[in-house]
């Protein structure tokens, strides 16, 4: 019996220093690989996809789109059981070697109960996008598997930034690029390594409790949000921080913070400053800046991948480190 108990804690240690080092990661594509497009929230004008559709079509990729994917249905791209037909259809295609979103929005949390996700995990593939879609990518994470935080083919026709979408292009092909970004005076400098995860702030803390909820323990975390008021984002820090998805971190990396607003008394501190003062206490390195969210610059990168972090006082990068990542192929 003393024997049976001393594996099966032996046997679950090992679980979790697997869980907390690595993710299983999808095979990068090739030229002539099919890639999905669904929406899993808001809806949009079909001549706003054509962009997108044109630009991944010249990576040498063939577009397949959801069925469902045009529809309206209130603020929503089709009702909630047709966003999951489109969603789960793709998952299991085994042909479909990446999905990536159309658009954020609203709507994904209402869908992602209903996905079986047991044929993506026999067969997995990169899914790709950001906002709303942070519900996907880290109900991907939490269950073991990378995910890809990038632009989304909507967006590809309105900002112009051919080197942001260039980066979808690269990751997706397994030419993951590192990423530098300027120095900011809230910096805390400093090197770690660890998996990076993270996304919409908003969209993480309504995750906590979930089955989508991520562990953040020597992870380096990632934060960006856009159009909310200074007191919820300082309220949404304090309720990452009482969850205690802040203290064990090995990095915090902040992108874009857009939008935001005040009230009629102000709050009394930027979005930065809000988060600064959420995780002084810290000895992490933390740096601001970071060129993702919802502005025009908004770098793909991995989320369930070892990156290294360096945060110095001329600039920050954030180095991918494929050695440290399970490939699921092999």
Known sequence: MRLFLFTSVLLKQFKNLFYYNFMKKP??????DVVGIVATAKNFLPEELNAGIEIIKNWGLEVRIGKNCYKHYHQFAGKDEERVSDLQEFLNDKEIRAIVCARGGYGTSRIIDDINFSTFEDHP??????????VLLNHLNSI???????????VFGKNHNQHAIQTLR????GRVNSIHFPFHELNRVGNSEGLIVGGNLSILVSLIGTTSDISTEDRILFLEDVGENLYRIDRMMVQLKRAGKLDKLKGLIVGHFSDMSDNTVPFGKSAFEIIADAVKEYKYPVGYN??????SDNRAFILGAKYNLSVEFKESVVVYNPTNTFDYSS
């Open 27 to 32: 095979d990068f594509l090739k030229v002539g």
């Open 170 to 173: 690269d990751t997706l092909f």
């Open 125 to 134: 593939k990169w899914v790709a996008g950001f906002s709303d879609v942070t």
């Open 290 to 295: 970071f060129p993702a969210g919802h502005e």
């Open 144 to 154: 073991g598997y990378q995910s890809i935080h990038s632009s989304m083919p909507v």
